[in-house]
């Protein structure tokens, strides 16, 4: 009974932020933190857009949500299949085991950098 709770209001807490940002563009908005790193550096940090790239995927724009952050874009369905492997960790071990490799999550580093760093020469 408490699981299926915590699954329902997770459910609702993700429907009311979803309809947040599909309702609010944060470019526009006072509620949205804006990025500390670019505040206090004038660099971009590998999630900034983020906000702007959910808010237009949310309103259909695929190329704007491109714009506003690729590396999120791209990483999408790989968040997605981790969560379903997290998911299904008991189920089915070994897939779990293979997302959450030493390995992968240095490439995963070495990725997030790379584009931290090409973002800011290439101004993306």
Not at 11 to 36: E, K, N
Not at 85 to 90: F, G, I
């Amino acid at each position: 009974m408490r699981r299926s709770l915590i699954i329902i209001l997770v459910a609702v807490l993700l429907l009311v932020l979803g309809f947040i940002y599909y309702a609010l563009d944060p470019s526009a908005s006072t509620v949205f933190p804006r990025c500390p790193i670019l505040t206090l550096t004038g660099y971009k940090c590998p999630g900034c857009g983020s906000q702007r790239a959910i808010h237009a995927l949310l309103n259909g724009d695929v190329a704007g949500a491109f714009r506003y952050n690729a590396f999120l874009m791209v990483a999408i369905p790989w968040i997605v299949l981790c969560l379903y492997a997290e998911s299904r960790r008991t189920r089915n071990p070994q897939l779990y085991a293979r997302l959450n490799a030493p390995l992968l999550a240095w490439l995963l580093l070495a990725l997030v950098v790379l584009w931290w760093v090409l973002r800011n020469i290439f101004d993306w």
